[in-house]
């Protein structure tokens, strides 16, 4: 049978993805200027309103259930191949004699369909705008965009119920275990991507405070949801055993410095100071997996600069030797962030861990302090907390390794 805890990671992937696509679908019906946006399902006689965003005018309301020959969202699905746009619908053929018009008054309208993983219609995206709002391609090119990641919502969605039901049942999707989550990622990934470079897109037109706003937490959601699917992905390969070791030799520094460009931009944008001490040679070279060690010290600045509002986060690096000429190489993660509340510690290396609760303001998939400590024990190396306050924390990642050459330690 497949381990509950598997069933408990898509669960947490389910319901974080939906969580973050309402929130990047309501910011993206902002950047569209026109009063309603709703996400509507269809079946073959009638239509209901999943989700809907009025600014000003109700014109529809979540829930509402119409005939499919008075719902304009269903003109999209039986009248058009792809999107509909009327920019009147009082002279419009498709909408001026339906009973649906009065009750709406009149408007411009846009939509776009949504298929489900077997690319049959599940419903549509619809805007309309009483003020007859000329839309531009760029709002069909949004509407699609959205479209397309939502449909890899719902096949995650049936793939997840497949699974809970193969779990009382058969043992047979064991074998697929360690690739599901692959699959996964790559189908998220891509609708994903296309809404960001939309994002990047808008970003190079002329936007108003609030809009530039906007498309800035669509990036934001999106980014996010990315790194989030890389964390599941790395905690599913540990769990399938799929995780080898590459020995190489690298540099301290080159591996420090990479991670610092990673987020340079990140902490530009919050004004903090993101920086590196070393205790070492410049010329240093250790044997060992440059990649994971890399990976780790990425969540580790990672989740230091997302709980830090002002202030600085710096990477502090030493290294010494024994006797026996083993280096013992310590990365220290100090940060002015908010702190770890002392009963919460406990749970910090924990998978699906979420230490500052489930508002939603953090993220995440409560996996980044668990991975690092899998990755560090893989390399018979430790990651600890060694000192949190409401000032800041550190943390602290240490691992042995051999020289490739008898190089000094320090300066």
């Not at 809907?52 to 304009?72: F, Q």
Request: aromatic letters at 6%.
């Amino acid at each position: 049978m497949l381990k509950t805890e598997f069933i408990n990671v898509l669960s947490i992937v389910s319901h974080k993805l939906y969580d973050s696509a309402a929130n990047v679908m309501d910011t993206a019906s902002r950047l569209i200027p026109a009063n309603t946006f709703c996400i509507a399902q269809l079946d073959h006689l009638s239509t209901k309103v999943l989700n809907v965003y009025n600014r000003e005018k109700l014109i529809l309301g979540e829930g509402l259930v119409v005939d499919n020959a008075e719902s304009y969202c269903a003109l999209v699905t039986e009248h058009s191949q792809g999107p509909l746009v009327i920019d009147n619908n009082l002279t419009h053929p498709l909408t001026r004699h339906m009973d649906a018009t009065e009750f709406v008054g009149g408007c411009s309208f846009v939509g776009v369909p949504i298929h489900d993983e077997n690319g049959e219609i599940y419903g549509s995206l619809c805007s309309f705008d009483q003020d007859f709002y000329s839309y531009q391609q760029k709002d069909i090119d949004l509407l699609l965009s959205l479209s397309s990641f939502f449909t890899s919502l719902l096949e995650m969605e049936t793939t997840l119920q497949q699974l809970k039901r193969a779990e009382e049942t058969t043992s047979k999707m064991l074998e697929e275990k360690k690739n599901l989550l692959a699959i996964l990622s790559h189908e998220i990934r891509t609708p994903m991507n296309g809404v960001l470079a939309m994002a990047n897109l808008l970003q190079s037109t002329t936007l108003n405070e609030d809009q530039s706003l906007y498309v800035n937490v669509i990036e934001e959601s999106g980014t996010s949801l990315l790194s989030m699917m890389d964390q599941i992905l790395d905690y599913s390969k540990m769990e399938a055993g799929a995780i080898s070791l590459e020995v190489n030799p690298y540099s301290v520094i080159d591996t420090v410095d990479h991670v610092l460009q990673l987020f340079s931009s990140e902490a530009q944008k919050k004004g903090i100071r993101l920086y590196a001490e070393y205790n070492i040679n410049d010329h240093l070279m250790l044997i060992g997996d440059q990649h994971k060690v890399r990976q780790i010290l990425i969540n580790l600045v990672g989740n230091a600069l997302k709980f830090t509002e002002n202030g600085e986060v710096c990477i502090s690096t030493q290294v010494s030797a024994d006797p026996e000429g083993t280096l013992h190489v310590s990365y220290e993660i100090r940060d002015t962030g908010i702190g770890i509340p002392q009963d919460r510690q406990d749970l910090l290396f924990k998978s699906y861990s979420q230490i500052h609760g489930n508002s939603g303001k953090y993220g995440g998939a409560g996996l980044g302090l668990s991975i690092c400590k899998q990755l560090a024990e893989l390399m018979g190396g430790i990651v600890w907390l060694k000192e949190t306050s409401h000032l800041g924390s550190r943390f602290v990642f240490n691992i042995s390794s051999a020289a490739p050459t008898s190089m000094q330690i320090s300066e």
